[in-house]
T-cell receptor, first 111, second 113 residues
Framework: DGGITQSPKYLFRKEGQNVTLSCEQNLNHDAMYWYRQDPGQGLRLIYYSQIVNDFQKGDIAEGYSVSREKKESFPLTVTSAQKNPTAFYLC??????????FGPGTRLTVL | GENVEQHPSTLSVQEGDSAVIKCTYSDSASNYFPWYKQELGKRPQLIIDIRSNVGEKKDQRIAVTLNKTAKHFSLHITETQPEDSAVYFCAAIVGTGRRALTFGSGTRLQVQP
């Protein structure tokens, strides 16, 4: 777990602004994932990437965008099209497509 | 659609008792079933997992059982302790071509001292 970092820990956004959440891993994992967690809820998949320069939509991709230009990095942009972005965002990585290890999360609040 | 259902949503036990959480999945091709523990405000931590070629796996006080025919798997915690109090999530890879975990909705376990 210590090899996956997310920044910032807390993020505040005004309505209409795009914000980018950082996720970095030094575990040499091929696969990376973004999940959203709302209070008292489970984890919902936003996007995932199995290899550099390739990614797939998850269950709730609308209003979000990602890039995977480097193996170590998988940033998530929350766009103004995401109507209710306040949530806890978790990044994960995996050496294959089984075990996933999570970063510490970013808590995004829309003001 | 393809999903993972988890029950119960909340579970309260006395310290020393056992706790059981159950999940069902829809995709018969699923072959990997992890369990995560999440403490308040923290990241989910993998506590145990099982693959479809075995029916049970144990790690100290924690065990997971898998019934592939019935498409369900369960987490068993014995001799519960207050520090076991957390939210537990099951997961599976479901859906053709999908190579990411789908999570259950979570079980809040409270161990009463």
């Amino acid at each position: 777990d210590g090899g996956i970092t997310q920044s910032p820990k807390y993020l505040f956004r005004k309505e209409g602004q795009n914000v980018t959440l950082s996720c970095e891993q030094n575990l040499n994992h091929d696969a990376m994932y973004w999940y959203r967690q709302d209070p008292g809820q489970g984890l919902r998949l936003i996007y995932y990437s199995q290899i550099v320069n390739d990614f797939q939509k998850g269950d709730i991709a609308e209003g979000y965008s990602v890039s995977r230009e480097k193996k170590e990095s998988f940033p998530l942009t929350v766009t103004s099209a995401q109507k209710n972005p306040t949530a806890f965002y978790l990044c994960a990585s995996s050496p294959g497509y089984n075990e996933q290890f999570f970063g510490p999360g970013t808590r995004l609040t829309v003001l | 659609g393809e999903n993972v259902e988890q029950h119960p949503s909340t579970l309260s036990v006395q310290e020393g008792d056992s706790a059981v959480i159950k999940c069902t999945y829809s995709d018969s091709a699923s072959n990997y079933f992890p369990w995560y523990k999440q403490e308040l405000g923290k990241r989910p931590q993998l506590i145990i997992d099982i693959r479809s070629n075995v029916g049970e796996k144990k790690d100290q006080r924690i065990a997971v059982t898998l019934n592939k025919t019935a498409k369900h798997f369960s987490l068993h915690i014995t001799e519960t302790q207050p520090e076991d109090s957390a939210v537990y999530f099951c997961a599976a890879i479901v859906g053709t071509g999908r190579r990411a975990l789908t999570f259950g909705s979570g079980t809040r376990l409270q161990v009463q001292p």
